[in-house]
């Protein structure tokens, strides 16, 4: 019945607007007479029609004649279009709310237009219109790279930080690093805009550290500019993996292949005035660990990717560590190529790392700790009156995605934390898992005010560079 109907609808909109160019721009022209009982139907079974045969045959048909447009024009059949379209409804409230004036910092917040009053018909049009982009997500441990409208990463290499020779300069280790990528993509550097993570380093709020970031982005720029890329967005990663949350203002647990950073965010700005916590402790530090406990073990294996596999096939965090010490965890799991392996208490020892360092004679504040002292920080900074901003903690990182990290963590941090301060903390997983920051990157690549809001060109970055150094 549905292809009928689209049959018959389409070479109705094909004679109405013959001699016009159908769309949402086109000029509208009075036809009911050549439409026979089409131009007879009440305009709740249209809406009902424009439905069924979908945005595309819909824009057309605001080409038919006034009374259609009007139809088609409603706000809320175009609503109804976004939320069944390829991005998840949630996520299109969430962008084209925060993100669509530009990075949402506080003075965007106040002036940011109630998405229910936005036209979602041009909403929907500059989402369709959008150019796609390249997504470089240069972790610590490695790279993340793909096409912003496909579902997922296509490919992953060395980050940038470890690509090439790691003694050579930092300008043609970028060269050699992006030209790679965009190679392995097949895609021509000077058709699209990319936006590109940038990795928590030089965490603190001195004056070095913020020359030394400002060195790191302004390399990025240069490098991709001198390649041709039109446009850039180089935004924190941390930045990244809230969005993906759907959030703005909250805390980032980020752990790293290294490290372990801490990251406060207000309004979409890393705030590191108030404090970004480090720790070293990263998924490197948790693969070893079970790795020596394999040994100890007599557990024999090849290489440390059979190790991280299972780290991240086997391997937990107990909510309650010693409640978990009495149970049978024993589990097993078939790595490609050598077989069957069987792991007990060395599932849970080695997320329990995290917020015990001292057991694998580690000198470092535990998870729950850093967490605390930041949310201390933020508690006390009085950002905006508002006491609530930093409630919601976010994990990101390959190692977060440990099943029970997220309520050990919130467990851990309502028993240190004064009530007046706990009440209301969430600590929410990983939202896309390993590959939330470039998710996050992808959100931003499909909002209606992409890459406008977003990228700096090179004639802009020239420019802002040069008064600079003026």
């Known amino acids: 019945m549905a292809v009928i109907l689209k049959k018959v609808w389409e070479s109705m909109v094909t004679r109405s607007s013959s001699g016009s160019s159908a769309g949402l721009l086109a000029p509208a022209v009075d036809s009911h007479a050549s439409m026979g009982l089409f131009g007879q139907l009440p305009s709740d079974v249209l ?73 979602f018909l041009d909403v929907y049009g500059l989402r369709e219109t959008a150019p796609g982009s390249v997504i470089i997500d240069g972790g610590s441990g490695y790279c993340k790279y793909g096409w912003s409208k496909y579902s997922a990463p296509s490919g992953r290499c060395a980050t940038f930080l470890e690509f090439g020779n790691i003694e050579s300069p930092l300008y043609p280790r970028l060269v050699h690093f992006f030209t790679t990528i965009f190679a392995r993509m097949q895609v021509k550097r000077s058709s699209q805009p990319a936006v590109i993570s940038l990795p928590i380093c030089h965490s603190d709020d001195t004056e070095t550290a913020r020359a030394s970031r400002r060195e790191l982005r302004e390399a990025i720029h240069s490098v991709l500019f001198d390649l041709n890329v039109p446009a850039v967005c180089a935004i924190d990663q941390s930045v990244l993996g809230l969005y993906a949350a759907k959030r703005t203002s909250g805390i980032i647990v980020n752990i790293g292949f290294n490290v372990t950073s801490v990251v406060p965010i207000f309004c979409g700005k890393v705030m590191r005035e108030v404090g970004v916590e480090v720790i070293g402790i990263g998924a490197l530090l948790l693969t070893g660990f079970l790795r020596d406990q394999m040994q100890r073990r007599n557990i024999n294996f090849e290489s440390l990717y059979t190790v991280r596999t299972l780290k991240e096939k086997l391997c937990y965090v107990a909510v309650d560590y010693s409640a978990e010490l009495c149970k049978d965890t024993r589990a097993s799991y078939e790595v490609p190529g050598e077989g069957w392996f069987t792991l007990s208490k060395e599932r849970f020892q080695t997320g329990e790392l995290l917020f015990r360092p001292q057991i694998g004679a580690v000198n470092a504040m535990g998870l729950q700790s850093a967490v605390s002292l930041c949310i201390h920080h933020c508690s006390d900074s009085g950002i905006a009156g508002d006491n609530g901003w930093f409630k919601t903690i976010v994990l990101v990182g390959g190692t977060s ?6 309520e050990r963590l919130e467990k851990e941090l309502i028993e240190l934390l004064p009530p007046s301060i706990s009440e209301g903390i969430k600590v929410l997983p990983p939202p896309y898992g390993v590959d939330s920051p470039w998710y996050g990157a992808k959100i931003i690549s499909n909002v209606s005010s992409f890459p406008e809001a977003w990228c700096i060109t090179k004639k802009k970055f020239r420019k802002k560079r040069g008064g600079r150094s003026m």
């Not at 084209?96 to 004036?101: N, V, W």
């Not at 995605?401 to 997220?406: A, D, F, S």
């Open 47 to 119: 809406l009902q029609i424009f439905r069924c045969v979908g945005p595309r045959d819909t824009a057309r048909a605001c080409a038919v004649c006034r009374a259609w447009k009007q139809i088609a024009s409603d706000n809320m059949l175009w609503a109804f279009f976004l939320q069944h379209g390829k991005d998840p409804w949630d996520i299109v409230i969430f962008s084209e709310t925060y993100l669509r004036p530009g990075r949402p910092y506080k003075k965007y917040v106040a002036c940011v237009k109630p998405f229910s009053q936005l036209s």
């Open 401 to 406: 995605c440990l099943p029970g990290l997220p």
